[in-house]
């Protein structure tokens, strides 16, 4: 199997016609049929159902459509990485970022890199999962990724440096909007919950929250982003539980709320070990001083250094 077999099946997959896909690939029909066959062959499957009136993918086709697109774009990451090394890069660094990490924590990240190791591209992907970067790790499609613990794979090194309280969204005009008192989660047991997807480190903490407190969560939809959640809470549609931070994407319509469970979330990075090179050690360091640099910047000043009054 040849890249060029992948182009053209998913040329066809996408066209759904074997001559306006021909067209697209500016070849003529017959060799485009031919190779789509030569791919079936080595495969030992059917990939499409050809009929005179039209090409839909079969059951195995459909599965391909997403396994040759991944594989094309890896290749493609790999030449545009390689490139950049050979333009004078001292190397790429491939890092995923949970959802509240990415607001604050990866633009400190970021502009560290640049003071610190200003020959190194960052290519961040934002707004993850613990699970999507845990996999992605093990896969090797990400270098490090700043997440939300615990990782299930024994294969992953975690340095947490962080940890963040658990919060809930509630919208303004919510009946324990204005408590003055941390809520519990159990006062919270007939609303409706927009929540992170099922399996995802936030989600399963409440859960399991729920289940000591003697209710399951009515969650009325899921959504992946941090901030998604929030405007989501924000129109009304539930409540939601998040990691309390400063860098929270906020609405004039919501208000947050302590938890009187006083949980906590960890944060940090993770990484493979046996993949680890001098780049990734000093990035790893580079994400710990960042976190260290915005908690300073956010502590209240002691008595000894606030400034005198002006008299």
Do not use: C
Not at 3 to 22: D, I, P, S
Not at 67 to 86: F, K, P, T, W
Not at 233 to 255: D, E, K, N, R, Y
């Amino acid at each position: 199997m040849e890249l060029r077999h992948l182009r053209y099946f998913l040329a066809v997959a996408e066209e759904k016609h074997f001559g306006r896909a021909a067209e697209r690939l500016h070849m003529a029909q017959p060799p485009l049929s031919s190779q789509i066959k030569q791919l079936e062959t080595e495969l030992g499957t059917t990939l499409f159902e050809r009929t005179t009136r039209k090409v839909e993918l079969t059951s195995a086709g459909i599965l391909f459509v997403d396994r040759a697109r991944q594989i094309l774009a890896d290749v493609e990451a790999a030449a545009s990485d390689v490139g950049e090394i050979g333009r004078g890069a001292a190397g790429v660094l491939r890092i995923g970022f949970s959802g509240t990490a990415t607001y604050r924590l990866m633009p400190e990240i970021v502009r560290l890199a640049r003071e610190q190791m200003p020959l190194v591209r960052l290519q961040i992907s934002g707004e993850m999962l613990t699970p999507q970067m845990e996999q992605a790790l093990l896969d090797n499609r990400l270098d490090a990724a700043v997440l939300r613990p615990p990782v299930q794979s024994a294969e992953l090194s975690l340095d947490e440096f962080e940890q963040s309280p658990l919060v809930a969204v509630l919208p303004l005009n919510h009946r324990l909007a204005g408590s003055t008192e941390p809520l519990s989660i159990a006062d919270l047991a007939h609303d409706d919950v927009v929540s992170y997807p099922r399996g995802s480190s936030v989600s399963s903490v409440v859960a399991e929250l729920s289940r000591q407190a003697g209710f399951r969560l009515r969650i009325v939809q899921e959504a992946t982003e941090t901030s998604t959640l929030i405007a989501l809470v924000s129109a009304g549609l539930g409540v939601a539980f998040v990691p309390g931070s400063a860098s929270l994407p906020l609405h004039s319509s919501i208000a947050l709320r302590p938890l009187s469970e006083e949980i906590t979330l960890g944060l940090g990075t993770a990484w493979k070990p046996g993949a680890a090179t001098p780049l990734l050690n000093s990035f790893l360091g580079l994400a710990r001083t960042a976190s260290e640099n915005l908690h300073a910047h956010d502590r209240p000043p002691s008595a000894s250094e606030t400034p005198p009054e002006t008299p």
